[in-house]
């Protein structure tokens, strides 16, 4: 046995997995609580955001009031409408659930903290979108229904619709994203 020579790979032990991944836990919740403080502000830019794409599909005018988190559209027609982005229509409480999942994720696959940061911010970007799609739903069935009609039905239940259905899908696609199996960096997860 003499002149043998042992390698021994050094393997990650489980608590140098924890550290980083406590660490992501704490931004994640961090961002949660952010969103929760600047709500107003998100609601504000999220109504812009409205405001841009209506003025790129549509050809009358819009105007997007940031202070009133409120989006004015028609105002060349017959039937100017305001929407205003409230707190409960704002996607900003669709994230919460998907920041909170991450939270527990990261705790219970520390492991998988990029996975589960990347699949947070794809089903992230789906949850806004899905909420954007909400809003012209509504504005397109106020255009074709008019006010009464097109606001009842586009909000109410085209636009509940659109986030409970959207917002199901986004979680599902974090999930699915975050928790499949697969190669990454060269390991089995």
Same mark, same amino acid.
């Given at each position: 046995?003499?002149?043998?020579?042992?390698?021994?790979?050094?393997?990650?032990?489980?608590?140098? *997995?924890?550290?980083?991944?406590?660490?992501?836990?704490?931004?994640?919740?961090?961002?949660?609580?952010? /969103?929760?403080?600047?709500?107003?502000?998100?609601?504000?830019?999220?109504?812009?955001?409205?405001?841009?794409?209506?003025?790129?599909?549509?050809?009358?005018?819009?105007?997007?009031?940031? $202070?009133?988190?409120?989006? &004015?559209?028609?105002?060349? =027609?017959?039937?100017?409408? +305001?929407?205003?982005?409230?707190?409960?229509?704002?996607?900003?409480?669709?994230?919460?659930?998907? /920041?909170?999942?991450?939270?527990?994720?990261?705790?219970?696959?520390?492991?998988?903290?990029?996975?589960?940061?990347?699949?947070?911010?794809?089903? $992230?970007?789906?949850?806004?979108?899905?909420?954007?799609?909400?809003?012209?739903?509504?504005?397109?069935?106020?255009? *074709?229904? =008019?006010?009464?009609? +097109? &606001?009842? *039905?586009?909000?109410?239940?085209?636009?509940?619709?659109?986030?409970? /259905?959207?917002?199901?899908?986004?979680?599902?696609?974090?999930? *699915?994203?975050?928790?499949?199996?697969?190669?990454? =960096?060269?390991?089995?997860?």
């Amino acid at each position: 046995m003499r002149g043998r020579i042992v390698a021994v790979a050094s393997t990650p032990t489980p608590d140098t *997995w924890r550290v980083p991944a406590r660490m992501a836990i704490g931004a994640v919740l961090a961002i949660l609580l952010g /969103l929760v403080l600047v709500e107003r502000a998100y609601r504000t830019l999220e109504i812009t955001l409205s405001g841009a794409i209506i003025s790129v599909i549509s050809s009358n005018e819009v105007h997007v009031a940031g $202070g009133r988190e409120t989006v &004015y559209f028609n105002l060349g =027609g017959d039937d100017p409408i +305001g929407l205003r982005m409230t707190p409960e229509c704002s996607s900003v409480f669709m994230l919460m659930p998907l /920041l909170l999942v991450t939270s527990v994720l990261l705790w219970l696959r520390p492991r998988q903290a990029k996975r589960l940061i990347g699949s947070l911010l794809i089903a $992230g970007a789906a949850v806004i979108a899905v909420n954007q799609v909400r809003v012209l739903a509504i504005v397109g069935l106020v255009d *074709w229904l =008019g006010v009464t009609e +097109g &606001y009842y *039905w586009g909000h109410t239940l085209m636009g509940s619709l659109v986030s409970v /259905l959207g917002g199901a899908l986004a979680l599902v696609l974090f999930v *699915w994203l975050g928790t499949r199996n697969g190669r990454t =960096g060269g390991e089995r997860s």
